[in-house]
């Protein structure tokens, strides 16, 4: 597998036999690319291509489609264990290595773009810079830097414990010069797996939601919603979020209400059932076990649901919890999505295109089409008729 880094300045002409563009149900054949000054200038078909001067590269047997996108990982953890990787920020040195190494992995499994989930240390802001001033190699990052939470509530690790307004503007305001493209705001807690269906309390009232996602905005950020629950949701919904993250125990009228709202929703399936392949799962007892399986399993109704009423799903792995691996954990997600019974297509849109637009990246990648930028991957078949294919990567291409 070939990985290659293209910049501002790249000409170049790629020749590809199959072409997937990320929405359209056919794959395209013998078709040329013509890549200026990194970006596509134009696709025409090989009949029709006449040769410039820029450098030609060939991809026979193969099929160009956009990079992957998980919109939802989070850098500063590991996914091995959950205290050494606390533990290990305070060092900067070990986290450079541990980072260097992730960023790493995106690229080998294909994965171009990445939205980091925040952490409390904002080791996500960090890696960014890295990769925009190429340090290490890596795929596009949006950042959250520290997540919004009110004190006293669930995610220590994520951001600060925030009391009122005040407290809520500094943050934004330090996070927006730190770079930060997005805002995380935990909305509930986590799913406690003792009884089925029970979940941490609600944070905030829906007029403070309300009015930390309208500054947000107002500062042209968008907003990922940690929400789980069907109460969560419905107040992430009220206060106008853009994505809803992991959003377990959603109704029927809730993804109809995300439907018709346009709200994106990334199910995070790897997150939960993901924790019964570590080494720590014998700490569960066979009752929460059972939890597990069956809110793994509720889930994968509720996407079929969420499918079928034409919610805006998107791939994110969580990538960094418990048995959730950078890179790797974002083949079990496209399986949990295909195990849903999504149709192929749906699922590589929501694994690209869709991803694009709640990353916000949807002017410079996601689709393949003219304007956008160099993030590809090559694969040796047609990923519409055999999504197992991805596993296959021939080479990835990125900026
Ligand atoms: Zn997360």
Known sequence: MKILRLDHQTNLDLLV???????????????????RRGQIEKIVHQSEYQPSGAQQFRLPNLTLLPGLIDAHVHLALDGQDFRTSLNRWPDARAMASVIKKELGLFLEYGITAIRDGSDGAGWNLEAKKWVEQAHYPGPRIVATGKAFRKKGYYGSFLG???????????????????????????????????????????????????????????????????ANSDAAIVQALEAGVDSIEHGYFASKETLKRMADNGTFWVPTIAAVVNRLNTSKAEEYSPQEQDIIKRTYEDQLQKIAQAHELGVRLVVGTDAGAPGVYHGQSFLDELAFFRSAGLPTLAILKAATSTGAQVLGLEAELGTITRGKLPY???????PLADLDILQKLEMVIYL
């Open 160 to 226: 600060p414990g925030l009391t009122g307004q005040e407290d809520w503007k500094r943050l934004l305001n330090d996070m927006v010069e730190q770079g930060c493209e997005q805002v995380k705001i935990i909305v509930s807690g986590l799913i406690t797996f003792r009884k089925w269906g029970e979940v941490g309390p609600l944070q905030f009232s829906t007029d403070e939601l309300r009015y930390l996602v309208k500054e947000a905005h107002s500062l042209g950020l968008k907003v990922m919603a940690h």
């Open 17 to 35: 036999d199959y072409l997937w563009d990320g929405e359209s149900p056919v794959l395209h054949s013998q078709m040329a690319l013509l890549i």
């Open 376 to 382: 590809f991957i090559a694969v040796p078949g047609n």
